[in-house]
């Protein structure tokens, strides 16, 4: 079964403070992997996809980066604007459907 | 900038009555998908639809659920009998091509009651 797993699942930073989000999968034949940025009550707004080990994307202060078994999302020096959950999600080539991981809320300190 | 839209974006109802869940996706799209996240849950996909079918769905997807594309531009969920459990944010979302990027519109918050 498709499994999609992030971590931390709560993180704390400091405004300016650099870090990363991690998300494993065990998504067989992986074919993309997304992530998406969620406010509270809100829908899933896209971030990035990647789709083959060593690629990057970049936007803003985020970047994201996937290897073989993992992507990470790198935030640099965030602002308080950055805070919201962020969700880590794969789809394979047996299917249609996005399986998501539980996210990392994220809060950045002024 | 095209962007998905949801009607109502909340919605209370008794165990037991029909909802319709609407949705308008990006128009020049063609898949269109229903996840749902319960609260404080993971996003969880139900349904996707291609060409005026049913291409994929879950095994939440059961017989109490229904989607339809009515016309050319809306995109429904339909939810028979509600049980309290159906109680989540519903979302739509639509892509040009798979395993392209899905873009997600902003939910149905469904309380049952």
């Known amino acids: 079964e498709d499994q999609v797993t992030q971590s931390p699942e709560a993180l704390r930073l400091q405004e300016g403070e650099s870090s990363s989000l991690n998300c494993s999968y065990t998504?067989?034949?992986?074919?993309?992997l997304f992530w998406y940025r969620q406010d509270p009550g809100k829908g899933p707004e896209f971030l990035f996809t990647l789709y083959s080990a060593g690629e990057e994307k970049e936007k803003e202060r985020l970047k994201a980066t996937l290897t073989k078994k993992e992507s990470f999302l790198h935030i640099t020096a965030p602002k308080p604007e950055d805070s919201a959950t962020y969700l880590c999600?794969?789809?394979?080539?047996?299917?249609?459907?996005?399986?998501f991981g539980t996210g990392t809320r994220l809060t950045i300190i002024p | 900038e095209p962007e998905v839209t949801q009607t109502p974006s909340h919605q209370v109802t008794q165990m037991g009555q029909e909802v319709i869940l609407r949705c308008v996706p990006i128009s020049n799209h063609l898949y269109f998908y229903w996840y749902r996240q319960i609260l404080g849950q993971k996003v969880e996909f139900l349904v996707s639809f291609y060409n005026n079918e049913i291409s994929e769905k879950s095994e939440i997807f059961d017989d109490q659920f229904s989607v339809e594309r009515p016309d050319g531009s809306n995109f429904t969920l339909k939810i028979r009998s509600t049980k309290l459990e159906d109680s989540a944010m519903y979302f739509c979302?639509?892509?040009?091509?798979?395993?392209?990027?899905?873009?997600f519109g902003p939910g149905t918050r469904l309380l049952v009651l």
């Open positions: 998504v067989s034949g992986l074919r993309g």
């Open positions: 979302a639509s892509t040009t091509t798979n395993p392209e990027t899905q873009y």
């Open positions: 999600a794969g789809t394979n080539f047996g299917n249609e459907k996005l399986t």
